[in-house]
């Protein structure tokens, strides 16, 4: 029997609502979502499994300027990301306007014959007059790539999208494709459970803290009914060390029971978490706290 299967590569500015949406496809916790930009900071993958397909969606960093080795690292993971895919979704936030880097991204797939669909989120924050003469604005795209709104928070026109992906997949035999059929990511538990912690983190800090913190799981122990995790929530100054514990510690808090909420509807099982918060100066130029948080700077 042969199926669908290849890899979509999912290109766009910050914010624009790339993780939401593989997440919306997946229907898994693949990829983080906070209000600030820059969240994603690897190529994820989240793997979709249907009877008929396997589409492999890579979630690359925001298209953006870079100020720090890891700036820069997302920026190449991007490229890498891109190189060879079967297509490219350009994701766009539908109340923006579509810029001359996302225009000439659009040409330079069409011209190299790989599919492009401009996926326009955030749908329902809209009237369907608004969507209408978004696509009207859109029309001389037409030409060189599919356009669809959709909304991943109502899950609107989400299956259409996957369903246009698919109709510019090659086709291969089932026993060939790239995941067994009940993966939905390549990334491992611990690297789920630092990326959730970060997004509860980000989400309750909002503009409290420059977009500098990271997450390192020191212990990941599973056992029969439960799960015992130890985390260190990386910050580059020691002010910002006492906003994200809080007064009296209440901040930390929060940010371990909503992770905790998430990690157990992940595991299954319950979740013992502990998190601590270290100071780490200027870590996002430090090569070798980077490689501990699993971004291979030389590899890309």
Same mark, same amino acid.
């Given at each position: 029997?042969?199926?669908?299967?290849?890899?979509?590569?999912?290109?766009?500015?910050?914010?624009?609502?790339? &993780? +939401? !949406?593989?997440?919306?496809? %997946? @229907? =898994?916790? #693949?990829?983080?979502?906070?209000?600030?930009?820059?969240?994603?900071?690897?190529?994820?993958?989240?793997?979709?499994?249907?009877?008929?397909?396997?589409?492999?969606?890579?979630?690359?960093?925001?298209?953006?300027?870079?100020?720090?080795?890891?700036?820069?690292?997302?920026?190449?993971?991007?490229?890498?990301?891109?190189?060879?895919?079967?297509?490219?979704?350009?994701?766009?936030?539908?109340?923006?306007?579509?810029?001359?880097?996302?225009?000439?991204?659009?040409?330079?797939?069409?011209?190299?014959?790989?599919?492009?669909?401009?996926?326009?989120?955030?749908?329902?924050?809209?009237?369907?007059?608004?969507?209408?003469?978004?696509?009207?604005?859109?029309?001389?795209?037409?030409?060189?790539?599919?356009?669809?709104?959709? &909304? +991943? !928070?109502?899950?609107?026109? %989400? @299956? =259409?999208? #996957?369903?246009?992906?698919?109709?510019?997949?090659?086709?291969?035999?089932?026993?060939?494709?790239?995941?067994?059929?009940?993966?939905?990511?390549?990334?491992?538990?611990?690297?789920?459970?630092?990326?959730?912690?970060?997004?509860?983190?980000?989400?309750?800090?909002?503009?409290?803290?420059?977009?500098?913190?990271?997450?390192?799981?020191?212990?990941?122990?599973?056992?029969?009914?439960?799960?015992?995790?130890?985390?260190?929530?990386?910050?580059?100054?020691?002010?910002?060390?006492?906003?994200?514990?809080?007064?009296?510690?209440?901040?930390?808090?929060?940010?371990?029971?909503?992770?905790?909420?998430?990690?157990?509807?992940?595991?299954?099982?319950?979740?013992?978490?502990?998190?601590?918060?270290?100071?780490?100066?200027?870590?996002?130029?430090?090569?070798?706290?980077?490689?501990?948080?699993?971004?291979?700077?030389?590899?890309?």
């Amino acid at each position: 029997m042969k199926i669908k299967c290849g890899i979509v590569a999912l290109v766009g500015r910050p914010n624009a609502g790339k &993780s +939401s !949406l593989i997440n919306a496809i %997946i @229907e =898994e916790k #693949v990829s983080i979502v906070s209000p600030k930009p820059q969240t994603t900071r690897n190529n994820i993958l989240g793997i979709y499994n249907s009877s008929n397909s396997q589409i492999v969606f890579v979630d690359t960093p925001g298209i953006n300027k870079t100020d720090s080795r890891l700036g820069d690292y997302m920026q190449k993971s991007v490229k890498g990301a891109i190189s060879d895919i079967n297509v490219l979704c350009l994701v766009h936030d539908i109340t923006q306007m579509l810029d001359k880097k996302e225009r000439a991204l659009i040409q330079e797939f069409s011209s190299k014959n790989i599919p492009v669909i401009l996926v326009l989120t955030k749908a329902d924050l809209i009237t369907k007059e608004q969507i209408a003469n978004k696509i009207f604005e859109l029309s001389d795209l037409s030409k060189t790539c599919e356009i669809i709104p959709l &909304s +991943s !928070l109502k899950h609107k026109n %989400i @299956e =259409e999208l #996957v369903k246009l992906i698919e109709a510019f997949l090659p086709e291969v035999e089932e026993e060939n494709r790239l995941f067994d059929d009940e993966s939905y990511t390549d990334k491992p538990l611990k690297f789920i459970v630092s990326e959730i912690i970060r997004e509860k983190a980000l989400y309750l800090l909002r503009d409290e803290i420059p977009h500098g913190i990271a997450v390192i799981v020191e212990n990941y122990k599973e056992e029969e009914n439960i799960v015992n995790i130890d985390a260190v929530i990386i910050c580059e100054k020691q002010n910002h060390k006492g906003i994200i514990l809080g007064k009296n510690g209440e901040m930390l808090k929060k940010i371990g029971h909503n992770a905790r909420v998430t990690i157990q509807k992940v595991v299954q099982k319950k979740v013992v978490l502990n998190i601590f918060v270290k100071v780490k100066t200027n870590w996002k130029n430090n090569l070798d706290i980077l490689s501990s948080l699993g971004y291979n700077i030389n590899e890309v």
